[in-house]
C-alpha cells in the first residue's frame, strides 16, 4: 500500500516535470539543450585541438601547464615557479602552456610530456630527473639525501600551508590583485575561493591554529632553512638541488612582488642568506625574468602604488 502511493506520487511528479519542461516552456527547453550541447561540443574541440598542440610540441619538450605569468614574478603559483626553475636548471626544452593550467589531479602545475600527461611538480621532477639523466642530488651521501629530503617537505607540504594562512587569512589574498589579473567574472565569486581554501588549511590542521602561532610557525622553517644555508652558495652545497627550486618556488612572491608582507621583512632583516639565495638562483637561471612577466600588469600596479590605491 505505502509502495503503490510511493510510486503515484513519484509519477505524479514526473508528470508534472515533463509538463514543465514540454509544455507552454518547451522553446526554452530546447535552447537550452542547444546552447548547453553547442557549448560542450565547443569545448570538446577545443580540448582537442590544444591536445593536438602539446603533442605535436616536439619530442622530448615539456609541456608546463601553468597559471598566467605574473606581474611581478613569473608565476603566482610557487610549485608554478618551483617546477620552471627546475626545468631550467635542468636545461630541459620546455613550452608553456597557460590555457589548461590545472591538470590530472586538479592542480597546478603539470606537464605533457611525448603525448603523457604527469601531474604534482615533486613527481615531475623526479620524472624528469630520472629521464634526463639529471638527479642534481646524486652526489649527496644518503645523510645528505635524508636532509634534503625533509627540508623540501618542510617547505612544500607545511611552510606552504602556514603561508597560506598568512595570505588568504590574515590578508584576505590581498596579494592576488598585486601580481595576476583576474578576469571579472570570476572576482565575485572570490570570497568564495578564499573560505573554500581556508576549510583546506583546517583540513590539513595548520589553519586551526591563530594568526599568531601560525606566524611562528612559518617563521621557524624560515629560522630552520636559513640555519642550514648557512654560508653556502646553494641548500645542499656548491650547486643547487631541487631543494633550491622549491625554497625558491616559495619564497619568490615574498621577495621580489608587492604588497611587502611579514615574511618581507623576516627575510629582508633576520634570514638575509635566504633573501640572497634567491636572488642568486634569479641571476642564473632567470636572466629573461622580465620577459617572463605580464608587463601591461606589472606597470598597472605601479601606477595604482603611485597613486596610493595599493599600498607597497
Ligand atoms: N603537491 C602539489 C601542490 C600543487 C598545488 O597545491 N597547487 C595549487 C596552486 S599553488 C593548486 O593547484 N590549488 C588548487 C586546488 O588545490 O584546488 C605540487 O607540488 O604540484
Given at each position: 500500500?505505502?509502495?503503490?502511493?510511493?510510486?503515484?506520487?513519484?509519477?505524479?511528479?514526473?508528470?508534472?516535470?515533463?509538463?514543465?519542461?514540454?509544455?507552454?516552456?518547451?522553446?526554452?527547453?530546447?535552447?537550452?539543450?542547444?546552447?548547453?550541447?553547442?557549448?560542450?561540443?565547443?569545448?570538446?574541440?577545443?580540448?582537442?585541438?590544444?591536445?593536438?598542440?602539446?603533442?605535436?610540441?616536439?619530442?622530448?619538450?615539456?609541456?608546463?601547464?601553468?597559471?598566467?605569468?605574473?606581474?611581478?614574478?613569473?608565476?603566482?603559483?610557487?610549485?608554478?615557479?618551483?617546477?620552471?626553475?627546475?626545468?631550467?636548471?635542468?636545461?630541459?626544452?620546455?613550452?608553456?602552456?597557460?590555457?589548461?593550467?590545472?591538470?590530472?589531479?586538479?592542480?597546478?602545475?603539470?606537464?605533457?610530456?611525448?603525448?603523457?600527461?604527469?601531474?604534482?611538480?615533486?613527481?615531475?621532477?623526479?620524472?624528469?630527473?630520472?629521464?634526463?639523466?639529471?638527479?642534481?642530488?646524486?652526489?649527496?651521501?644518503?645523510?645528505?639525501?635524508?636532509?634534503?629530503?625533509?627540508?623540501?617537505?618542510?617547505?612544500?607540504?607545511?611552510?606552504?600551508?602556514?603561508?597560506?594562512?598568512?595570505?588568504?587569512?590574515?590578508?584576505?589574498?590581498?596579494?592576488?590583485?598585486?601580481?595576476?589579473?583576474?578576469?571579472?567574472?570570476?572576482?565575485?565569486?572570490?570570497?568564495?575561493?578564499?573560505?573554500?581554501?581556508?576549510?583546506?588549511?583546517?583540513?590539513?590542521?595548520?589553519?586551526?591554529?591563530?594568526?599568531?602561532?601560525?606566524?611562528?610557525?612559518?617563521?621557524?622553517?624560515?629560522?630552520?632553512?636559513?640555519?642550514?644555508?648557512?654560508?653556502?652558495?646553494?641548500?645542499?652545497?656548491?650547486?643547487?638541488?631541487?631543494?633550491d627550486a622549491a625554497v625558491f618556488g616559495l619564497?619568490?612572491?615574498?621577495?621580489?612582488c608587492p604588497p611587502v608582507s611579514d615574511y618581507?621583512?623576516?627575510?629582508?632583516?633576520?634570514?638575509?642568506?635566504?633573501?640572497?639565495?634567491?636572488?642568486?638562483?634569479?641571476?642564473?637561471?632567470?636572466?629573461?625574468?622580465?620577459?617572463?612577466?605580464?608587463?601591461?600588469?606589472?606597470?598597472?600596479?605601479?601606477?595604482?602604488?603611485?597613486?596610493?590605491?595599493?599600498?607597497?
Amino acid at each position: 500500500m505505502i509502495l503503490q502511493n510511493v510510486q503515484d506520487g513519484t509519477a505524479r511528479l514526473a508528470g508534472k516535470a515533463l509538463r514543465l519542461v514540454w509544455g507552454k516552456n518547451k522553446p526554452v527547453t530546447i535552447t537550452v539543450v542547444v546552447v548547453v550541447g553547442v557549448m560542450k561540443i565547443w569545448s570538446y574541440v577545443k580540448k582537442q585541438e590544444r591536445r593536438r598542440r602539446w603533442n605535436n610540441a616536439g619530442k622530448d619538450v615539456v609541456v608546463l601547464h601553468i597559471p598566467p605569468r605574473g606581474f611581478f614574478c613569473p608565476n603566482i603559483s610557487p610549485f608554478a615557479v618551483k617546477l620552471e626553475t627546475y626545468v631550467r636548471m635542468a636545461e630541459i626544452p620546455y613550452v608553456v602552456d597557460h590555457e589548461e593550467p590545472f591538470g590530472p589531479k586538479g592542480k597546478t602545475p603539470w606537464i605533457t610530456l611525448n603525448g603523457e600527461d604527469v601531474g604534482d611538480s615533486q613527481m615531475i621532477i623526479e620524472k624528469l630527473a630520472a629521464k634526463f639523466g639529471k638527479e642534481f642530488d646524486a652526489h649527496l651521501s644518503p645523510e645528505e639525501k635524508a636532509v634534503a629530503h625533509a627540508l623540501r617537505v618542510m617547505v612544500d607540504e607545511y611552510f606552504f600551508w602556514c603561508l597560506g594562512v598568512f595570505r588568504f587569512g590574515r590578508e584576505r589574498g590581498r596579494h592576488l590583485a598585486y601580481n595576476t589579473s583576474l578576469p571579472w567574472i570570476f572576482r565575485p565569486f572570490m570570497p568564495m575561493f578564499i573560505n573554500q581554501y581556508l576549510e583546506a588549511t583546517k583540513v590539513q590542521g595548520v589553519g586551526r591554529h591563530s594568526y599568531r602561532e601560525v606566524d611562528e610557525l612559518g617563521r621557524k622553517c624560515l629560522q630552520s632553512l636559513s640555519a642550514w644555508l648557512g654560508e653556502k652558495p646553494f641548500m645542499m652545497g656548491a650547486s643547487p638541488t631541487d631543494v633550491d627550486a622549491a625554497v625558491f618556488g616559495l619564497l619568490t612572491r615574498d621577495v621580489f612582488c608587492p604588497p611587502v608582507s611579514d615574511y618581507t621583512r623576516m627575510l629582508e632583516k633576520d634570514y638575509r642568506n635566504l633573501h640572497a639565495l634567491c636572488h642568486r638562483i634569479k641571476e642564473k637561471f632567470w636572466p629573461d625574468w622580465d620577459k617572463c612577466l605580464d608587463l601591461k600588469g606589472r606597470d598597472r600596479v605601479l601606477r595604482m602604488m603611485e597613486r596610493g590605491k595599493c599600498s607597497s
